[in-house]
């Protein structure tokens, strides 16, 4: 039981670059979210989904995009990346309101 | 908009003796949860509390949810080089997903 599972766990971007962060779940969880996690900050949440097809805004939005097609993949895609989009970015899932969220291992990116 | 905050931010103790964190926030929230992330490691969840002036216990961590609902506790006691990381609460108020706190980082001083 794989749980979820980010790719690339690095990566350097030069600005102006574009990419996608790929998440799986293998948990059948409906909810799955992005977060990123600046050095010695707190989780904000950049976007959400409470399934296939329906996506949500968070607190940190700006920036990033995201889709959700199929229950177990919720890409994160970057566009004209900046330097403030240097961070490590965590995907996680979950069922609705449910025992604690599965995080992934995180994705360290760097915007040079 | 929701705001959930932790202090302090940074707490150094020596080991064997007691660590507090202490989570508050602005509105009322359904339920609280915990977790621990290891230095380099992604969050791990601990637990989740759901009712007013819940108790739960893990071995040697106590966790509270406040009356109101709008703050929460853990409560190491006799701290270990193991607890060593940064512990965040994490609240869900009306919302689909839960507010992160801004963390306590435990160092734990042999």
């Known amino acids: 039981n794989a749980g979820v599972t980010q790719t690339p766990k690095f990566r350097i971007l030069k600005i102006g670059q574009s990419m996608t962060l790929q998440c799986t779940q293998d948990?059948?969880?409906?909810?799955m979210y992005w977060y990123r996690q600046d050095p010695g900050m707190g989780l904000k949440l950049i976007y959400y989904?409470?399934?296939?097809?329906?996506?949500d805004k968070g607190e940190v939005p700006n920036g990033y995009n995201v889709s959700r097609s199929t229950t177990e993949d919720f890409p994160l895609r970057l566009e004209l990346a900046a330097p403030s989009q240097t961070s490590v970015y965590f995907c996680?899932?979950?069922?609705?309101?449910?025992?604690?969220?599965?995080f992934g291992s995180g994705t360290r990116l760097t915007v040079v | 908009g929701q705001q959930v905050m932790q202090i302090p931010q940074y707490q150094h103790v020596q080991e064997g003796e007691d660590f507090t964190t202490y989570c508050n926030s602005s509105?009322?929230?359904?339920?609280i949860q915990w977790y621990k992330q290891r230095p380099g490691g992604h969050p791990v969840f601990l637990i989740q509390?759901?009712?007013?002036?819940e108790v739960k216990k893990q071995k040697r961590l106590t966790f509270q949810f406040g009356e109101a609902k709008k703050n929460s506790s853990l409560h190491i006691t006799a701290t270990q080089t193991t607890d060593v990381g940064t512990y965040f609460c994490?609240?869900?108020?009306?919302?689909?997903?839960?507010?992160f706190g801004t963390g306590t980082s435990l160092t734990v001083i042999p």
């Open positions: 996680a899932s979950s069922y609705p309101y449910g025992i604690g969220y599965t």
């Open positions: 948990m059948n969880h409906n909810y």
């Open positions: 989904s409470v399934g296939a097809g329906i996506t």
């Open positions: 509105t009322t929230l359904s339920n």
């Open positions: 509390l759901v009712k007013s002036g």
């Open positions: 994490a609240g869900l108020n009306t919302g689909n997903q839960f507010y």
